[in-house]
């Protein structure tokens, strides 16, 4: 294994109100995913007004989340949230499938259908997003499994255009597809209907992007988004169609889940008088430490 990229991770969120209100449960999803390839080293969890209680839980998925309750009032509520880790990158990643996954179509085995029957559901089918996904298969002909995957990425990357959007929500897969734009959530989340649509299973990834300096990676400064697919013998594999990366290059996992309304970086309620809510400011860094 090669030697890791040390990374410092912050994310600072800020809502702001005109009068002091009250503050309900809030959930945070802030804590990277240790793996053999991300070495969790320090966290700082920093939550102003003080939190009656704080505690953590493991969801559905195993993602880590931070449970705040609040019994005071405030105008101002900010989160702020500091990691340092160690992140070893995969280059060109030879992702070692098996023989019957190495090509397509293929057919999972009984056993990984059934597990993966929510990683393959699609809420809404829509017939342009299946016609766009069958255009990378060849009638009647095999082709690579990680080929036609590069290029169904390859062309996200290339033919729409990337929108950074800070609004809450994500497209549809068909209105991305329309709009031939969005941000990288609706990337994901179009990406994963298409792979879907050809009986692959794929979940959502929300994490950070590492973003070298002068580089044209997509996506720096917020929370980031993309999928990860299944593949026999590789197992869960990242797609960034946002930047076109395959693999792990840049990427920090923080949570996995079957939808994207599963996976929210922050969340939680407020009470007080209607139109008191001024607005979020978020901001996020991640930098090497060398």
């Not at 880590?64 to 105008?75: E, I």
């Not at 980031?224 to 299944?230: E, F, G, P, R, S």
Request: hydrophobic share 40%.
């Amino acid at each position: 294994m090669n030697e890791p990229q040390r990374f410092t991770v912050r994310h600072t969120s800020i809502y702001r109100y005109s009068e002091p209100v009250d503050f309900g449960e809030h959930r945070m999803m802030f804590r990277p995913r240790s793996s053999h390839d991300l070495r969790l080293a320090t966290m700082q969890l920093k939550i102003t007004p003080e939190p009656a209680r704080l505690r953590w839980l493991h969801d559905i998925f195993d993602n880590s989340v931070a449970v705040a309750t609040f019994d005071s009032q405030a105008k101002k509520l900010t989160f702020e949230s500091e990691v340092t880790l160690e992140h070893f990158e995969t280059p060109q990643p030879d992702y070692a499938l098996e023989r019957y996954a190495a090509t397509f179509p293929f057919a999972y085995t009984n056993e990984e259908a059934s597990d993966l029957v929510n990683a393959r559901n699609r809420p809404e089918p829509d017939g342009d997003v299946d016609a766009w996904a069958k255009r990378f298969v060849m009638p009647g002909k095999t082709m690579g499994t990680m080929a036609l995957l590069r290029a169904m990425t390859q062309s996200i990357n290339d033919d729409f255009k990337y929108v950074r959007r800070t609004e809450k929500g994500v497209n549809r897969p068909a209105d991305t597809l329309r709009l031939r734009s969005g941000s990288c959530r609706d990337f994901a989340v179009f990406m994963m209907d298409a792979v879907r649509s050809l009986g692959l299973a794929a979940r959502f990834v929300s994490g950070y992007i590492f973003v070298p300096d002068h580089d044209t990676t997509r996506g720096g400064g917020a929370t980031h988004a993309w999928l990860q697919i299944y593949l026999p013998g590789a197992g869960w594999v990242d797609f960034d169609p946002t930047n076109s990366i395959i693999g792990n290059r840049h990427l920090i996992r923080v949570a996995v889940a079957w939808d994207h309304h599963q996976a929210l970086p922050l969340w939680g309620t407020w009470n007080g008088e209607p139109g008191s809510f001024r607005g979020l400011d978020v901001e996020v860094s991640v930098t090497e430490n060398r």
